[in-house]
């Protein structure tokens, strides 16, 4: 499938000696400290840990939301800026622009491109996250997993190295978050796109990781990272599966 | 399940006919009195003027015919005035709304001037313009301005910092900004500050010229129509006053309605 | 030779951040505050030390101050200002217990609401403007006239908050006082109140303000003292400064009034019944 060919990511993240510290009232509050991972391109890794380990701020540093960090963070070789397409976002509040259509949410991103380019990476999109027939369709109007689905085209359709998922499926309920990482999974694998997803569900990042990294907080820091090294698709009541779980809920207690 | 009202017991039918019989009561009733009442006095008073005659009035008596030429210079005024009122609201809303620096300058001094009740500008505006027709448009003028800024600003100002964010990791241009997501995202309040501003604007328009009392007008009509101690033209007058306004705002919702139809139904 | 230079005592990291941080966010946000106002004032005074409008028309601010100065000293502003200020006080005396009345009625009874409301809001339709002539021709210049006027504008946002205030409590709340077996009064007094208390405030709030709207069109219409009256007046002597100075005496007014009662409001609605 061309879809492959061109969406696929080439480079890597390599994130070194990171950390970042608050100033509240003038006393400093560290968030993150001494964060060290190797992302290879393609790559699931998902992060796990308690409220408060940064693991939101860490992403929101990849992406450029926020700066002002100690050690170095590199793409393919050149450090990171500000935001910038080649890093893409998606939140866990779809944050679809409640006036544009689907597919004009896809298209956010997209300027620059000749029209017949924008519509091809529209349609591609659209069908790569499964959300045929619905292109003209408004946000209030779509249900929160195809919302989710929207956003993640959207964050796709700019062809990014690599994808940040800030809780993605936290907002759903528990039936439709099964569905949905079922089609993240199926996404992922389309595009091969390199994927850092940040969850509270342990059995979610077992499920679709390459590697669970495990934060602890106050300040944070990696404890642990955690090879997953199953075969797709993945049992979820399988012997191995549920050693990994239970490996991953251990390391997050104290 | 029993609900905490006063007439619990009372068979209250749920929607439709049987209310709407009930709303009409009291306004049939007034209506009915109003045109039965004053005829029943022996002799005429000149307060009481049954309510046929004052809606006749326009067409049958002399001076009230004069209210259609009044109307359609009010209501010239009021589009020019809005007009103008309304333009200047929304520049500065939207130079406020968007940018830290100017909001941090004006909005202070937008907010204090704004405290102002608006019937005090007209003695300044008469004695800088005169009370010709300067002072109403811009009497009028200033009656849209301040709800217009007022909300547009509230409108960019309100934008959810989320939606914020996603224009910033999709590196949007300036240009796609404003046009994406800052004017959409603001476009409910610019309406509803459009629509207080539309009732502010036409109070402001014949009041201004009631105040003014120099010219040709509805207001004017009304003022020389106290004057004379015609009763029933000054019902009329007001009659025509709230019924415009009431017009102007159902058609302005009506015409706005669709342009915000991304908001869906709220439960 | 080593000059040893002596370190200047240095004050403790604490107190040093705190004042950094004072020294740094004050200035900004005063300043910008002042620019705007400052460069008007020193137009208008570059204009009218130049005379270039007839002192009639644009006075210097210099004698707006001085003005303002001697109606106050002279104890002119005082005067008006407890006459507009008692005329307020009765007009929304009258209305707003009128208002709470027939709200608590309309909120309360369905059925009386289906009567009345339709009635309600056509005549709410006429805005106090317009009851000014009609009035007047009915009872002159009197001092009804304007306790009416003030009544009538705040007499609509009350009703209107009131009723709604009563209606929007949300029905699981009521449920609760049946499940509990309150009986009407104690409903009334452990739940309705309270939980409409924000909605009538916010209502009273714009009552106020319409009131005080009210209060000075009526005064500029149909009166002899108050306020309003100062400035037509002023005006009738082309007396301009007298006009400016009191516009800023009614916007310095508007604004104590709005940010009282807002603060008011602020405290009411700390545990305010989320809709």
Same mark, same amino acid.
């Given at each position: 499938m061309s879809l492959a060919a061109d969406i696929h990511s080439t480079r890597g993240l390599r994130i070194r000696g990171v950390g970042k510290t608050y100033r509240i009232e003038g006393r400093p509050l560290p968030v993150l400290q001494n964060i060290h991972l190797d992302i290879a391109p393609g790559e699931f890794i998902g992060i796990v840990g308690a409220s408060g380990c940064g693991k939101s701020t860490l992403l929101r540093l990849i992406t450029g939301l926020e700066a002002d960090y100690e050690g170095e963070i590199v793409l393919g070789g050149d450090p990171i800026g500000g935001p910038s397409r080649e890093r893409g976002i998606v939140f866990q509040d779809h944050r679809l622009f409640p006036w544009l259509t689907v597919e004009d949410n896809i298209a956010l991103g997209l300027d620059g491109l000749a029209a017949a380019e924008i519509r091809e990476r529209i349609a591609e999109n659209i069908e790569l996250v499964g959300l045929q027939g619905f292109e003209k369709a408004y946000p209030h109007q779509l249900s929160g997993g195809m919302a989710q689905r929207a956003a993640i085209a959207r964050a796709l359709a700019m062809r990014p190295d690599i994808l940040v998922l800030?809780? !993605?499926? +936290?907002?759903?309920?528990s039936l439709t978050r099964v569905r949905l990482q079922n089609e993240l999974f199926r996404i992922w694998r389309q595009s091969r796109m390199t994927m850092v997803m940040v969850t509270h569900d342990v059995e979610e990042a077992v499920y679709l990781s390459d590697r669970v990294v495990v934060m602890e907080s106050? !300040? +944070?820091?990696?404890k642990t990272t955690i090879p997953v090294h199953l075969d797709h698709p993945r049992q979820r009541t399988s012997e191995a599966f549920v050693t990994l779980r239970r490996t991953v809920y251990e390391s997050l207690q104290y | 399940m029993t609900d905490i009202t006063i007439d619990a017991g009372v068979k209250t039918p749920r929607h439709g006919k049987g209310r709407l019989w009930r709303g009409a009561v009291l306004p049939v009733a007034l209506l009915a009195a109003w045109a039965v009442v004053p005829r029943l006095l022996p002799t005429p008073h000149p307060?009481?003027?049954?309510l046929d005659e004052v809606l006749a009035a326009p067409f049958i008596d002399e001076s009230g015919r004069e209210i259609w030429a009044s109307l359609a210079q009010t209501l010239l005024r009021y589009a020019g005035g809005f007009a103008l009122g309304a333009s200047a609201g929304l520049a500065l809303g939207l130079l406020v709304g968007a940018s830290a620096l100017a909001d941090r300058l004006v909005s202070p001094s937008f907010n204090a001037v704004r405290q102002i009740a608006l019937f005090a500008w007209i003695p300044l505006l008469t004695a800088w313009f005169g009370n010709g027709e300067a002072s109403k448009i811009v009497f009028i003028a200033l009656s849209a301005f301040f709800p217009v800024a007022l909300n547009t600003h509230d409108g960019l100002r309100t934008i959810a910092k989320g939606y914020m964010e996603v224009a910033a990791v999709l590196k949007l241009s300036p240009r796609r900004r404003v046009l994406k997501l800052l004017l959409p995202g603001a476009l409910p309040s610019i309406l509803i500050g459009l629509q207080i501003g539309l009732i502010t604007a036409w109070l402001g328009t014949v009041g201004g010229e009631y105040m003014i009392g120099? @010219?040709? @007008?509805l207001g004017i009509f009304i003022a020389e129509a106290r004057g004379q101690f015609r009763m029933d033209l000054v019902l009329l007058g007001v009659i025509f006053l709230a019924l415009i306004g009431f017009l102007a705002n159902l058609g302005f919702r009506r015409l706005s309605e669709p342009l915000i139809q991304w908001q869906g139904t709220k439960p | 030779m080593n000059v040893r230079l002596l370190a200047a005592p240095r004050a403790p990291a604490g107190a040093r951040a705190g004042i950094d941080r004072i020294v740094r966010l004050r200035p900004p946000a005063a300043l910008s505050t002042l620019v705007l106002p400052l460069l008007v004032l020193a137009l208008w005074q570059l204009a009218a030390s130049h005379a270039l409008l007839p002192v009639q028309i644009l006075p210097p601010p210099a004698l707006v101050l001085n003005t303002l100065a001697d109606l106050t000293l002279s104890g002119d502003i005082f005067t008006n200002l407890g006459v507009s200020l008692w005329r307020i006080g009765i007009g929304i005396a009258i209305g707003c217990s009128l208002g709470l009345a027939l709200g608590t009625v309309m909120g309360l009874s369905q059925a009386a609401d289906d009567y009345i409301s339709p009635l309600f809001r056509a005549l709410a339709q006429i805005p106090s403007l317009g009851w000014v002539p009609i009035l007047i021709l009915i009872f002159?210049?009197?001092?009804i006239v304007k306790y009416l006027i003030i009544a009538k504008a705040c007499f609509v946002p009350t009703t209107i908050a009131m009723a709604e205030g009563i209606r929007n409590i949300p029905r699981s709340y009521k449920e609760v006082a049946t499940v509990l077996g309150l009986g009407r009064r104690a409903t009334i007094r452990k739940l309705i109140v309270p939980a409409a208390l924000p909605t009538i405030f916010g209502g009273l709030r714009l009552a106020f303000s319409h009131a005080w709207i009210a209060l000075i069109v009526v005064e500029m219409l149909a009166a002899q003292e108050g306020v309003g009256y100062m400035m037509v007046w002023g005006r009738t002597l082309f007396q301009t400064d007298i006009v400016i100075a009191g516009m800023i005496v009614i916007g310095v007014i508007g604004l104590a009034m709005d940010s009282g009662l807002r603060r008011l409001e602020r405290r009411l609605r700390r545990w305010a019944v989320p809709a």
């Open positions: 800030d809780e !993605p499926l +936290g907002a759903l309920d106050r !300040p +944070g820091r990696i | 307060l009481l003027v049954p120099i @010219g040709r @007008g | 002159g210049l009197d001092e």
